[in-house]
């Protein structure tokens, strides 16, 4: 892989991501893993990523310097810049010009292979007080601005390069070909990185992991994860995997066909439905606290999900058998924010989505470990899973049930799902659905206000919209959907949804609200 090292910033992440999306593998590491266990990853190259620190402060953080002796191609990006230019005995100082944000940068001479033929001036993201301010020796000089003199050097006999800038940031317009010239022609890697190979090699691995005659069990959602993760199982085991459905009566219009028939067509993967509505909603009934609820789900989840174990393990559980293995759908993302790069081997039941009996232990299959969430949509066209599922837009596990401020019932549900259909037909028919992230229709249960309706006075619910654009759903901003869109939306849900007599639009970006209302 290329790796990525992460000196404790946001940025590594993002970095990966480019360059995956040069169709390179790419993984992120912390700088302070010894040197043993860059090496034993065998590195195509090394990325140094920006940080928060000054090369000259006590607690700057650093990586082994022998890492520049192997011959690996290093890139280095604004702190990383720095780092590798103080390793390489050049020199970093302040000018006493700091730079953040768009930052017009001057190409020098012909601009190098990594600035060549792009515009002799461009708009670059800085974020710096040091500067580096001689290029270590052997390396060319390719461009400056005023607050950084060496802003982009490169060397192209030890193949390494470096930019003071974020190449990784859309405000960096050439960056993301700026980091692919690194790669292709300075680093000299090729593109292998496609959905075609990640899917041939992550199947060979869950065959490797699951032998050739383990059990394995999945619960679906309806969201691309897990049943990108559950086709790949399959197109491995086969029949032996079993994959659960639990429909709890809070999904949206559609989902539970887009599961029992869509996925199942798609795949050939064998279901088990669970119906749970009543069950659910019973066990919801006159509770409006959100949290109550989330716990009320999960812990009904769980049940159903039992249930349907001991029914796919039918007479087999009493000769003994188990079912060993329990897919999930866990994406990069998480398994870098919760420090890890390997391990999780055995879980136990309460600890996870999937939900199961306590007193069973399941080893993980997590195909998508490693990968983004563009990866794993692009996996599932692989597969030829149906668009949509792989454009589906993320959905929370509690369902309409966390959308709904007040009680959940059923006739609220329906009118919900009416908004819910409305809503995401209108975005997608105005060509959005790329731009949002996700779009929560909330019904405000509990809140009536006066209109006007015919001649009658009424006295309904409002429904809002809450339209949100994200990378990541960690952080997010309100969408900035088109008047005539929302105007569109409105009038159909007034029209079209009894007991709706007024749509608002939540402008709130996260935080401070969250993306979802409950
Ligand atoms: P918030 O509302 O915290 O949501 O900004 C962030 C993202 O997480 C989703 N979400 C959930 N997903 N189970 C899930 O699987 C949950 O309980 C849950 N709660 C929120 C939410 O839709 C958004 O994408």
């Known amino acids: 892989p290329v790796l990525v090292v992460d000196f404790g910033a946001q940025y590594a992440q993002l970095i990966a991501r480019r360059v995956r999306e040069a169709r390179i593998y790419s993984e992120v590491i912390a700088h302070d893993a010894p040197l043993s266990e860059f090496l034993a990853k065998d590195p195509a190259a090394i990325i140094l990523s920006g940080g928060p620190s000054s090369v000259y402060a006590d607690d700057a953080p650093s990586i082994d310097s022998q890492l520049f002796d192997q011959g690996i191609p290093v890139f280095g990006i604004c702190y990383g810049f720095q780092k590798m230019t103080a390793e390489l005995g050049g020199t970093v100082a302040k000018t006493g010009v700091s730079e953040f944000g768009r930052t017009m940068m001057d190409v020098a001479g012909d601009g190098g292979v990594l600035h060549h033929g792009l515009t002799d001036t461009q708009p670059v993201w800085m974020s710096h ?184 393990l039918g007479d087999k559980a009493a000769t003994g058998q188990t079912i060993d293995f329990l897919v999930q759908g866990t994406l990069y993302p998480d398994v870098v924010e919760s420090g890890g790069g390997s391990g999780t081997a055995n879980i136990k039941s309460h600890h996870n ?121 960690m952080t997010a901003d309100w969408t900035r959907v088109p008047y005539e869109t929302l105007e569109i939306i409105s009038t159909r849900i007034t029209n079209e949804v009894p007991d709706v007599n007024r749509v608002v639009l939540d402008v709130t970006s996260k935080p401070p609200g969250t993306i979802e209302w409950e």
């Open 129 to 312: 007080n040091d500067a580096v301010q001689s290029a270590p020796e052997g390396f060319t000089v390719t461009a400056s601005t005023p607050g950084a003199p060496v802003a982009a050097f490169e060397c192209l006999d030890r193949r390494m390069a470096g930019v003071q800038y974020h190449p990784e940031v859309m405000h960096s317009p050439h960056g993301q070909e700026v980091l692919t010239r690194f790669l292709y022609e300075v680093a000299g890697l090729k593109p292998t990185w496609t959905a075609a190979n990640i899917a041939e090699s992550l199947i060979a691995d869950i065959k490797a992991q699951v032998g050739d005659d383990g059990l394995a069990i999945c619960g679906l959602s309806g969201g691309v994860d897990s049943a990108v993760a559950a086709a790949l199982v399959q197109r491995a085991i086969g029949d032996r995997l079993t994959c659960v459905f639990v429909d709890h009566g809070l999904l949206r219009a559609g989902e539970r066909e887009q599961v029992q028939t869509d996925f199942v067509a798609a795949t050939g993967a064998r279901l088990v439905t669970v119906e749970a509505e009543e069950t659910f909603l019973g066990h919801l009934a006159g509770v409006s606290d959100p949290e109550t609820k989330r716990k009320i789900i999960g812990r009904e989840f769980i049940r159903s999900f039992e249930g349907a174990v001991s029914e796919v």
């Open 353 to 473: 989505v999937g939900g199961l009996p306590e007193d069973l232990e399941f080893s993980l299959v997590e195909p998508l470990r490693l990968l983004f969430k563009d990866e794993v949509r692009a996996v599932g066209r692989e597969l030829g899973l149906p668009e949509e599922i792989v454009n589906r837009q993320p959905f929370p596990g509690p369902g309409l049930a966390i959308r709904i401020v007040g009680e959940v019932t059923a006739d609220r549900l329906s009118l919900l799902r009416k908004a819910d259909l409305i809503a995401r037909e209108e975005l997608t028919a105005a060509g959005l659905d790329g731009q949002i992230w996700q779009c929560p229709v909330v019904l405000l249960a509990d809140v009536r206000s006066v209109g006007v309706q015919g001649d009658g006075r009424t006295y309904g619910h409002p429904i809002v919209l809450r339209p949100v654009s994200s990378e990541d759903a």
